[in-house]
């Protein structure tokens, strides 16, 4: 859904470290491509003033975003500051002022998720709502009851297409091109589906432990961080219906469909780790079991994917930093020229990151007179990952009221329900090595299926 673009932009938790790292660099984007001009007004409770915001955003771009004086002059000159406590209903008169004639202001909160309702309600009850469009950070929640009473809060005050979920890994190019890819070419999908597909695969590793964001982390954990969120909706792009219709929800629905068919994970069917060193981390609870690695193993309950097993995992600390996902196709039921050939022979993999990979596992007959091959990767495509921010999309997106990238109410309830069954310590932990790919048990979680495809990274 698309309407009247917005007119004024208002970012809560201006002075802090997403903002200084993402938002700014894609603000600039916005200034420098898309032509924004409206004013803009950042939102804090640090006793900063106009001036010293606007020096800290230079410092930021410095940092973080591609010089550009003319673009950088401009942005500067829509900013404004305004300060105060989010609960104290004064902090919202002042804005009021500085919205002046705003009628479709966009409150972008990029601040902790405690202050979300409070934000939200403060909005609401000051009349600086209007017609105005809300965006949140994830997570949407701490479970799948706080996420339905915060949606509910939000649902009071504004109606659910003014409302933007975010979650900037859907604002990725290599994620968007990984469904383009999937719909644009027909040849994949006569095969998309049980009767060829015998497993799936999704990796996201990285080699950093969690020294900068330890507060955060320790009460959250890689479940919540990006299980929960960022690697199901990657797992919808994989497995999802193609959209039906011209309806500007068509591509939301069918990605809701799929998450609502996915079964609650069996605690039988999740492996947790946490890296050795974790717990010495300052900020980090002495004795935490949050976990920093987990495994698991879901099943989709449709005709398309009943009895394929799908495998995620994510950890910290590990050999390499990439996200890849591995589609495993099943053998022929009978091997032509009697050779013993791996289970993970045929497959397709499509690499989202450190840049943007597609390739197909093919077998290669070798030389000579015996009919043997060996296995090979067809390269369909690779290059480097795209420089375009992610919120530079999203926010864009947001300002115009287009929503197709934004979670919805009944998709965030719908992956709450496929981890509720595995929060926090319904299962045991594992310590791991730093450098390794995981404790042990993680390879007995895919054993009846083979083994864990690991990343390589050039």
Not at 175 to 183: G, P
Not at 316 to 331: G, H, I, S
Not at 402 to 428: S, Y
Request: glycine share 8%; proline share 6%; charged share 25%.
């Amino acid at each position: 859904m698309s309407g009247e673009p917005s007119d004024a932009l208002v970012v809560y938790g201006a002075t802090g470290d997403l903002a200084y790292k993402q938002i700014f660099a894609s603000l600039l984007g916005l200034v420098r491509d898309e032509g924004l001009d409206v004013p803009i007004i950042g939102v804090a409770h640090s006793g900063w003033d106009t001036e010293k915001l606007r020096a800290y955003v230079k410092e930021s771009l410095a940092q973080h975003g591609k010089v550009d004086e003319k673009a950088q002059e401009k942005l500067l000159s829509l900013m404004q500051y305004v300060d105060g406590d989010y609960a104290d209903p004064a902090l919202f008169e002042k804005l009021h002022e500085q919205l002046g004639n705003a009628a479709r202001p966009l409150h972008y909160l990029a601040v902790p998720p405690r202050f979300f309702e409070v934000v939200a309600e403060g909005i609401a009850k000051s009349g600086v709502a209007g017609n105005a469009r809300l965006v949140l950070e994830k997570p949407f929640g701490h479970d799948r009851a706080s996420a339905k009473k915060l949606n509910e809060v939000l649902r009071q005050n504004f109606p659910e297409n003014n409302i933007f979920r975010i979650d900037h890994f859907l604002g990725k190019e290599p994620v968007q091109n990984l469904l383009y890819t999937r719909f644009a070419n027909p040849m994949f999908e006569p095969i998309w589906n049980r009767n060829y597909v015998r497993s799936i695969q999704i990796t996201m590793a990285e080699t950093f432990g969690v020294e900068n964001r330890a507060k955060f982390y320790d009460a959250t954990g890689a479940n919540r961080d990006v299980l929960q969120n960022h690697l199901l909706q990657i797992l919808a792009h994989v497995v999802m219906d193609p959209p039906t219709g011209e309806e500007s929800e068509a591509m939301r629905d069918q990605k809701a469909s799929l998450l609502k068919a996915i079964r609650p994970i069996d605690p039988n069917d999740v492996v947790r780790g946490q890296y050795r060193g974790y717990r010495d981390i300052p900020d980090v609870r002495g004795g935490t079991t949050t976990e920093t690695f987990i495994a698991v193993r879901l099943f989709i309950e449709s005709w398309r994917w009943e009895g394929v097993p799908i495998y995620i995992r994510t950890g910290k600390k590990m050999p390499v930093t990439a996200t890849e996902v591995c589609v495993q196709f099943r053998r022929p039921p009978r091997e032509t020229f009697g050779e013993m050939v791996p289970s993970d022979s045929a497959h397709m993999r499509f690499r989202l990151s450190p840049d943007t990979a597609i390739g197909m596992g093919l077998r290669v007959k070798q030389s000579g007179d015996r009919m043997m091959g060996s296995d090979k990767e067809l390269m369909l495509t690779a290059r480097a990952a795209a420089d375009r921010p992610p919120y530079q999309r999203l926010l864009g997106d947001a300002m115009h009221g287009k929503n197709d990238l934004f979670g919805r109410e009944d998709i965030v309830d719908a992956q709450w329900r496929v981890v509720q069954n595995i929060l926090d310590d319904t299962t045991p932990l594992y310590v791991y090595e730093p450098n390794s790919w995981g404790p042990d048990e993680a390879l007995q979680l895919i054993s009846a299926d083979g083994t864990w495809r690991n990343p390589q990274v050039n």
